[in-house]
């Protein structure tokens, strides 16, 4: 079950509406019977009987063509977990010369790595730019598998997340993570929000990442869900440990999927990430 935050294209109405998106390429506009914000659907005992009851009544359907998606997140922070991903790990290695260790050590220790990522209204939407830092030259999308924490802390969905990143900041010092991962739009999410998927059935999804540059593919790469090193659970645990989340969090899983050292992203590239169970998140480029 897919519900997502859209607006309409085709009216003169800039309201922010949430939908359920059907198989047939056309939403119900959930915001009919009085749903503005994802918040009651994620905060519900039931998310999947909650949406199932509300569209069960005569609601709008809108055709998705006439509509525009915004990024699934409403007040939720947006974090980030780091090297889960043994790839991950051994490019950030070779990438770094004197932080290597702390890499090498932090993929096997107990507590994972975890960091702020993104405020939820700086958050792109699908469609809109990402971006690269002006100053950094070497730079990477990381097509990540978000998952949708309630401000209980229970895993309520999952959506496609891009972690830009700086990889010549982040190498040079990892004091300068902050720099090389939160900047204007660093941070992507969509298309939508998939409800209720056990992590079992998650971790059979496939990642995969495609760069265009000028219509022509530079890059192809895919991963598995399953090769994440930590359960979800793990994560979302320690996300929560010492730390409040009234509108409940976002938190991104890490990449395993990481670009040839001698790439780098360009103004104009598009980056189309697709997660199997979840759908494509695709945004072009731009420097910032
Ligand atoms: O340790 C630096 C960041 C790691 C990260 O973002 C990832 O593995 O996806
Ligand atoms: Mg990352």
Redesign the pocket.
């Known amino acids: 079950m897919k519900i997502c935050r859209f607006k309409n294209k085709t009216k003169q109405d800039h309201a922010i509406h949430i939908g359920l998106v059907t198989e047939d390429s056309k939403l119900i506009d959930l915001s009919a019977a009085g749903i503005t914000y994802l918040t009651p659907l994620l905060e519900a005992e039931n998310p999947l009987a909650l949406v199932r009851h509300i569209a069960g009544a005569n609601l709008p359907r809108i055709a998705l063509s006439e509509i525009q998606l915004l990024a699934p997140v409403g007040r939720q922070e947006v974090w ?1 977990a ?4 043994l790839r ?1 790990k051994a490019a ?1 290695m070779e990438e770094s010369d004197f932080s290597a260790s702390a ?1 090498d050590k932090v993929y096997a220790a107990e507590r994972p ?1 975890i ?1 702020f990522k993104s405020l939820p209204q700086k958050v792109v939407a699908p469609g809109e730019a990402v971006g690269i830092r002006r100053d950094a030259k070497w730079n990477v999308p ?1 097509p ?1 598998l978000a998952l949708v924490l309630n401000s209980r802390g229970k895993i309520v969905g999952h959506t496609v997340g891009n ?1 830009m ?1 700086s990889r010549d900041i ?1 190498g040079e010092n990892l004091l300068y ?1 902050p720099q090389a ?1 939160t900047y204007d739009r660093s941070c992507a999410l969509g298309p939508w929000i998939v409800l209720g998927t056990p992590e079992a059935q998650a971790r059979e999804w496939t990642i995969k990442l495609d760069i265009l540059r000028d219509g022509k593919n530079v890059f192809t790469g895919e991963t598995s869900v399953s090769q994440i090193k930590r359960r979800f659970e793990e994560l979302a645990e320690f996300l929560f440990r010492s730390q409040v989340f009234p509108h409940g969090a976002i938190l991104l899983t ?2 395993g999927i990481i670009p040839p050292d001698t790439f780098t992203l360009n103004e104009r590239d598009v980056v189309r990430i697709e997660i199997s169970g979840i759908g494509v998140l695709e945004n072009p480029v731009a420097v910032v």
């Open positions: 980030a780091g090297v889960t991903y991950s950030r890499y790595e960091f990381e990540e972690d990143s982040e993570l991962k890490g990449t």
